[in-house]
């Protein structure tokens, strides 16, 4: 698996990560690896974050190998790629629902991200679920009645 690190993370870690070491690397997001130009072929990237732990294995397991590498050269990289498969959505990963679920979301950031569309939440955000269903109705009746009371605080 290939890890990315940007490089303000990295000018935090350089100095605690060696060559030929083993860590314990904690809080990492994976996402699917992207990109025309993959050093490995799994299908799966770690991207440090500003909260990345990277702390030193002091006793290595049996079970973990020192070295496991996938050299490929730099021009064979196009190539490679090409048996890679294209990013599918799924059309039935739950199963046929009964009814449509219904998701109404406000105050999110949409854009699109090689090829796929990306929903960010704000710390405004909400999202309703299924507003035909009896719980959802009781959650927006109490989000409106929170939002007339503080209206209610907020008047001069």
Known sequence: MQAFVYPAEW?????????????TITNFNVRAAYGSLRPVSS?????FTQYTI?????????AI??????????????????????FQSPTNSIGEFDTPPVL????????????????????STKI????QDAS???????????????DAHNDP
């Open 128 to 131: 309703y679920v299924n507003l």
């Open 43 to 47: 299908p799966w990237s770690i991207i």
């Open 54 to 62: 990277v702390q030193p294995l002091m006793v290595v397991p049996v």
């Open 104 to 123: 109404v979301l406000a105050s999110v950031k949409a854009n699109c991200h090689f090829g796929a569309i990306r929903i960010t939440s704000l710390p």
């Open 11 to 23: 000018n935090v870690l350089q100095n605690d990560v060696h060559e030929g070491h083993t860590y």
């Open 136 to 150: 959802t109705a009781i959650m927006r009746q109490s989000r409106l009645f929170d939002q007339a009371n503080n």
């Open 65 to 86: 190998p020192n070295h496991k590498f996938e050299f490929v050269s730099f021009g064979d990289i196009p190539q490679l790629t090409q048996s890679y498969p294209q």
